[in-house]
């Protein structure tokens, strides 16, 4: 049997038993035609990239499957069917990763270098500056004007 990841969200107004009930029926169905789930991770109620059928937000459940074609083929088709279910992605992988998804990892989650201070600004650091470059100090004249001159001289009745 192949492996497989699926993604599904299923709409933001559903509570949060609706959306477990939602995955125990959808495991019942691969179970059902010779499947099995493996780990199930729930993702709560996240905001979406973009509105999905006047929805911002939906609750994201990860599914590990081990089944055949045609039992990934059959959920697939009652989720089309399903109003609570907005949008299913599913892919084949060689094996299932061992331990949380990516998702679920809190730690690895700002990684890009740079401290934060919580508030959404970069931390000043240990002397209490903020990185910056310090005064730039006056540009001066600019001798690279053109033929259009200094703009600030012209009068409003065209002279």
Known sequence: MALYEHVFLARQ?????????????????LEGNGGKVGKIENWGLRSTAYRINKNRKAHYVLMNVEAPASAV??????????????RYMTIRVETHEDGPSA??????????????????????????DRGDRGDRG??????????????????????
């Open 13 to 29: 107004d559903i509570s949060g038993q609706q959306a477990e009930a939602l995955v125990e029926h959808f495991k019942g169905v």
């Open 73 to 86: 083929a059959e959920m697939e088709r009652q989720m089309r069917i399903h109003d609570d279910v907005i």
């Open 103 to 128: 998702m679920m990892k809190k730690g690895d989650r700002d990684d890009r270098g740079g401290r934060r201070d919580g508030r959404g600004g970069f931390d000043r650091g240990p002397r209490g």
């Open 138 to 159: 006056d540009r001066g004249e600019r001798s690279d004007r053109g033929d259009r001159g200094d703009r600030g001289e012209r009068s409003r009745d065209g002279e």
